[in-house]
């Protein structure tokens, strides 16, 4: 059974951070394209980051410069720090898993992931 676990979210003031954390267990994630995504109240879900299953970043205009996804194959585990929060990150923050290698080219969208976690809160202050 494949699972995803987020850990990480809180409630932080305007300029901090957070490390968010997405625990991969029931396969080897290592190879596939990995992201986050968040959604706010009232709003569509939204792409924050992905990487590829050769380590390749991508990232929304939003969130470049701010925020870095990164991996530990040998964890099974997906990060996401991020810095310099602003009250518009608030958002329920997910973690996904693709079945390919490669990261779709509208990875935004989300529509090919095929694995979700059940997400967590991060609320940023002003």
């Known amino acids: 059974q494949v699972d995803l676990v987020e850990f990480g979210g809180g409630s932080v003031q305007a300029g901090g951070a957070l490390r968010l954390s997405c625990a991969a267990s029931?396969?080897?994630?290592?190879?596939?394209?990995m992201g986050w995504f968040r959604q706010a109240p009232g709003k569509e879900r939204e792409g924050v980051a992905v990487?590829?299953?050769?380590?390749?970043?991508s990232y929304a205009d939003a969130v470049k410069g701010r925020f870095t996804i990164s991996k530990d194959n040998a964890q099974n585990t997906l990060y996401l720090q991020m810095n310099s929060l602003e009250p518009e990150d608030t958002a329920m923050y997910f973690c996904a898993s693709d079945y390919f290698k490669e990261c779709p080219r509208r990875w935004w969208l989300g529509d090919s992931f095929l694995y979700w976690g059940q997400g967590t809160q991060v609320t940023v202050s002003s």
């Open positions: 029931g396969y080897d994630y290592s190879t596939f394209c």
């Open positions: 990487i590829d299953g050769d380590g390749r970043a």
